[in-house]
């Protein structure tokens, strides 16, 4: 299905290289969405890098400066950061990394501010889950902006205005489009600085169709039992419930064209050990009564599986009950 799969062919101006070095320059990082995530990406950011210049953005008045508390896998308290209120006339710094940390169903708003201020000298670097993220911004970014996707795997969830509980070592998937890899270089260079495992993906839509096998499968079925992330390894009806969600996500995947063959079940579930202890986002979105990334997890999975004529029985009865709850 091309429409989740695909970048729009935009015709443009030569893309002019204002590639950042890898190990010399220290760019500002921007980081729009000031959630579990967002906190502890730019805690993680200024102890990886104590030089750089780093600010994030949130909905909240509160002060200049704040210190974000990590507790759990990494346990730290950060250097004072600068904290900014999102609004229409936010002021991007040149060069910079722009960091989209908010959640899925936030996108296209945040976008509508962004896409006028953006420039070539920026990075954007999209960090939410989902399926067809890098198409729905590219429908409104131009395509001389540099446009890195970062699929992280850990748990983060709020213990209070600037703690996050980690569970599970950062992990980050990378990819981007051709023009960019120098790019996608110099962000992978920053999250190593900052204790994160990396790797990379081929291309964008092969990584988002890799990390949301894991999100269908670990998010909807954790999530549904309301347990973390080892509930998989430890409950035989929902790791049985597991394989066979596995095996339907791999299906679709397929017919969409992307294979995934070293990835089996056996290998799944060991990865899995790595994040037991996680709590789901989409668990503690449930959990704080929040707005859920469902639609564009597994709703979006399932429009593409009806798109194919592929039979999911597992992933529809999941969402039906997600929903519900």
């Not at 729905?136 to 970062?150: D, E, G, N």
């Not at 269908?216 to 929902?238: E, Y």
């Given at each position: 299905?091309?429409?989740?799969?695909?970048?729009?062919?935009?015709?443009?101006?030569?893309?002019?290289?204002?590639?950042?070095?890898?190990?010399?320059?220290?760019?500002?990082?921007?980081?729009?969405?000031?959630?579990?995530?967002?906190?502890?990406?730019?805690?993680?950011?200024?102890?990886?890098?104590?030089?750089?210049?780093?600010?994030?953005?949130?909905?909240?008045?509160?002060?200049?400066?704040?210190?974000?508390?990590?507790?759990?896998?990494?346990?730290?308290?950060?250097?004072?950061?600068?904290?900014?209120?999102w609004n229409k006339t936010l002021k991007l710094p040149d060069c910079a990394d722009i960091w989209l940390c908010m959640k899925a169903y936030d996108l296209d708003t945040t976008l509508e501010i962004?896409?006028?201020?953006?420039?070539?000298?920026?990075?954007?670097?999209?960090?939410?889950?989902?399926?067809?993220?890098?198409?729905?911004?590219?429908?409104?970014?131009?395509?001389?902006?540099?446009?890195?996707?970062?699929?992280?795997?850990?748990?983060?969830?709020?213990?209070?205005?600037?703690?996050?509980?980690?569970?599970?070592?950062?992990?980050?998937?990378?990819?981007?489009?051709?023009?960019?890899?120098?790019?996608?270089?110099?962000?992978?260079?920053?999250?190593q600085k900052s204790g994160f495992q990396t790797s990379r993906a081929k291309d964008i839509a092969t990584a988002e169709w890799q990390k949301a096998i894991t999100n269908i499968v670990v998010n909807?079925?954790?999530?549904?039992?309301?347990?973390?992330?080892?509930?998989?390894?430890?409950?035989?009806?929902?790791?049985?419930?597991?394989?066979?969600?596995?095996?339907?996500?791999?299906?679709?995947?397929?017919?969409?064209?992307?294979?995934?063959?070293?990835?089996?079940?056996?290998?799944?579930?060991?990865?899995?050990?790595?994040?037991?202890?996680?709590?789901?986002?989409?668990?503690?979105?449930?959990?704080?009564?929040?707005?859920?990334?469902?639609?564009?997890?597994?709703?979006?999975?399932?429009?593409?599986?009806?798109?194919?004529?592929v039979k999911t029985p597992v992933a529809e009865k999941l969402a039906r009950d997600l929903y519900s709850l």
């Amino acid at each position: 299905m091309e429409f989740f799969t695909t970048r729009r062919n935009r015709r443009g101006p030569p893309i002019e290289d204002v590639t950042p070095q890898t190990n010399s320059e220290t760019r500002p990082q921007l980081i729009i969405g000031a959630g579990a995530i967002g906190l502890s990406l730019a805690a993680l950011l200024a102890q990886g890098d104590h030089s750089s210049d780093i600010n994030i953005v949130g909905r909240s008045n509160q002060t200049s400066k704040i210190r974000i508390s990590l507790e759990g896998s990494k346990s730290f308290t950060s250097q004072p950061i600068a904290y900014s209120v999102w609004n229409k006339t936010l002021k991007l710094p040149d060069c910079a990394d722009i960091w989209l940390c908010m959640k899925a169903y936030d996108l296209d708003t945040t976008l509508e501010i962004l896409t006028d201020k953006l420039t070539y000298s920026h990075t954007l670097i999209l960090a939410m889950n989902g399926l067809g993220i890098a198409m729905q911004a590219s429908l409104a970014v131009k395509r001389t902006i540099p446009t890195v996707r970062a699929l992280f795997s850990y748990g983060a969830r709020r213990t209070s205005e600037h703690s996050v509980c980690l569970s599970g070592e950062p992990q980050a998937l990378l990819a981007t489009y051709p023009d960019f890899n120098q790019h996608l270089s110099s962000i992978e260079y920053s999250l190593q600085k900052s204790g994160f495992q990396t790797s990379r993906a081929k291309d964008i839509a092969t990584a988002e169709w890799q990390k949301a096998i894991t999100n269908i499968v670990v998010n909807g079925l954790a999530t549904l039992a309301r347990k973390n992330n080892s509930v998989l390894l430890t409950d035989d009806v929902f790791q049985q419930q597991a394989k066979q969600l596995f095996l339907e996500a791999k299906t679709v995947a397929a017919a969409e064209g992307f294979l995934f063959p070293e990835l089996t079940i056996e290998r799944f579930l060991i990865a899995l050990e790595n994040h037991r202890d996680n709590r789901n986002s989409t668990l503690i979105d449930i959990e704080q009564k929040k707005q859920t990334e469902l639609p564009y997890i597994l709703g979006r999975f399932l429009e593409i599986a009806r798109t194919y004529d592929v039979k999911t029985p597992v992933a529809e009865k999941l969402a039906r009950d997600l929903y519900s709850l």
